[in-house]
């Protein structure tokens, strides 16, 4: 532990409370999850991680294990859905609206590499011409990964159009 | 396997899991599967514009591998 951490004074008692709240969440989803493969008789792992306060629940099998390609679907339409009710499942036991992530098979984290890779081209398209770039459509979450990557270059971005065409726009800011 | 399934998944996001009950029927345009919830329950399992209902649809066309329809009943609405 360095010198620094030892001066933090957190408030104790709020901590305690949020991250048992953060737990409970983890559990419920994990425990809902596990089930759903069990009567599917589908092998996975479930990991729970907990970053900047958001759960990450992640349903993982070994390279022989089963091929869960069917719990993502096309453009990871399963897995959205599967995400949706496993939030549902949160609210309902704990109360609390969850605002979890779930990855299955790693779809999500390929498709964050993808989405930075997407970014930086625009980025780059963006310094280039100083014209507005358009990109393809996306969910929310993976508009907000992309925006964190264009303001962390310094660039300005937007989305734009509504429901299933909503994208984001990269500018650079003096436009 | 299907009708376990989608009782679980039901189940976890209704107040009153022991009404929920799911059937699997032959239809002449296929396999299609009831859910009944108790009335209290009915918004939840439908969810805002159909969410819900559309993301058990999803993950039953999955589990099923090919498609099958699921149909929420208003059982309310049956009986009046």
Known sequence: MTA????????LENQVDSEQEVLDEGDVAADY?????DIADLDGDIDIEIRGGRTYISIVTDEAGTDLSGLVGKDGEVLDALQELTRLAVLNATGER??????IAGYRSDRADQLRTIA???IQKARETGEEVHLEPMSAYERKLVHDVIADAGLHSESEGESGRRHIVVSTLDN | M?????????RG???EPEDVQV??????????????VNPDDLGRVIGRQGRTARALRTVMAA?????????VIDTDRRRG
């Open chain 2, 63 to 71: 589990l099923a591998k090919e498609s099958i329809r699921v149909d």
């Open chain 1, 98 to 103: 969850s605002r979890l992530v779930l990855d």
């Open chain 1, 4 to 11: 620094a951490e030892n001066f933090e004074v957190p408030d």
């Open chain 1, 120 to 122: 930086d081209e625009a």
């Open chain 2, 2 to 10: 299907l009708v376990d399934a989608l009782d679980h998944l039901v």
């Open chain 1, 33 to 37: 999850l596990e089930e759903l493969l």
């Open chain 2, 13 to 15: 996001v209704v107040e």
């Open chain 2, 23 to 36: 059937a699997l029927k032959s239809t002449r345009r296929g396999d299609l599967l009831e859910v009944r």
